[in-house]
């Protein structure tokens, strides 16, 4: 039988201004990813609402985005249809809750949010953390 992939972590903007506030729960999911291997992803129109510079505000940010477990996952074309299918499919507009959900499922269908009424909406199979 083959190793199955490590259960990855898709954060929202949520969870990235909750990392970057210092948030006790945010110290202890990244760093338990770390030290498991799990990978952590953020959807590139994520990072777009949060980040807004490399000063001090956002060392422990940067820092983050630094690591070799991070990846941003980017709007492809592929990835842009699957979004919009489901934006139709659920009725909403948020095509950046619908981008995390997309990336979670192919990151181990676990998210990191503070909108979990949002990504329920969008995929209430996923497993939800709160922030």
Known sequence: ???QAPRGLTFDSGALVAFENRDRR???LVQRAKDLGRPIVIPAGVLAQVWRGRGPRQARL???LGSERVSIHDL????AEAVGQ???RSGTIDVV????VVAAWTNGRVVVTSDQDDIRLLDPSLTVIPV
Do not use: E, F, K, P
């Not at 492809?76 to 990835?79: A, F, G, K, P, W």
């Not at 809750?97 to 995390?100: E, G, K």
């Open 1 to 3: 039988m083959g190793r």
């Open 26 to 28: 945010m110290d202890v």
């Open 62 to 64: 940067a820092l983050l």
């Open 76 to 79: 492809t074309r592929n990835r």
């Open 86 to 88: 489901l934006c139709g």
């Open 97 to 100: 809750d619908a981008s995390v």
